[in-house]
């Protein structure tokens, strides 16, 4: 283990003296706030268009939030290739990669490093959007529940993106090529949801079981289902465990 957090130090760093975790992030708070900003303003306009005490069904959770963080999961989708790109392939153009691959480090510590690494980062940029839901509960009521549903699902997501991502990462020693992959992959995962409305009934309920876009709006929905927990885990540690074994095929090179 020890390694695994010397990795993950030394991956912190390089992470946030990057250009790139900056653009991205910054990219990131401009999309997401224009999408609540443009929420909150239909929000407010149908409630002045009911003029009086809005509807019990009218929860502002529901209508800003939930479509809100259903944007996200399609922002994720650009961002999280973008993040993961340079965790191998850097090493690679840095000629590092056989360094560490020869080194006393086992390959499952510099993938868990690399990972624990870019999800630190996945986790501050959870921790800094919670701005919106908590600027509208100073003026108003909202789910608390159905946002920690909706805020688990999202961490879970993501770590299953991330792995996705790092995955991808150590394919190719370009970043660009590495981001491409890590992209296609993940949507290809994501529209086997929308796959499954045209497959045939005895293929439906295998899409749906693989579909990222079907767990996640269970969560999103406030339903916490073993299920759609285990199968983002499974993803995750799936994922994890290419990377490794593509690490250790270098070693055979």
Known sequence: MRGTFVIAQKEVRQIFSSPIAYVALAMFFLIEGYLFFSLVGVYSLQVLQL??????????????????????????????????????????????????????????????GKYLAVAALFLVLLA?????????????????GLLAATYLGLVLLGGAFLAVGLFASTLNENQIVSAAI??????????????????????????????????????????????????????AGFFLFLGVVALESRRWR
């Open 51 to 112: 003029q009086g005490t809005p509807p019990p069904d009218f929860n502002p959770t529901r209508l800003i939030f939930t479509p809100l963080y259903q944007d996200t999961t399609f922002v994720l989708l650009l961002l999280v290739p973008v993040l993961t790109m340079r965790l191998v392939s850097e090493e690679d153009r840095a000629h590092t990669m056989e360094l560490l691959a020869t080194s006393p480090v086992t390959a499952t510590a510099i993938v868990l």
């Open 128 to 144: 800094i959007s919670a701005y919106m839901p908590l600027s509208l509960a100073l003026i108003g009521r909202l789910d608390w």
């Open 182 to 235: 890590g992209f296609a992959l993940l949507l290809i995962f994501w529209i086997l949801g929308f796959a499954q409305q045209t497959a045939s009934p005895g293929v439906q309920p295998i899409l749906q079981a693989l579909s990222l876009a079907t767990h996640f709006s269970n969560l999103a929905g406030g339903i916490i289902d073993t299920q759609d927990v285990l199968f983002f885990l499974s993803l």
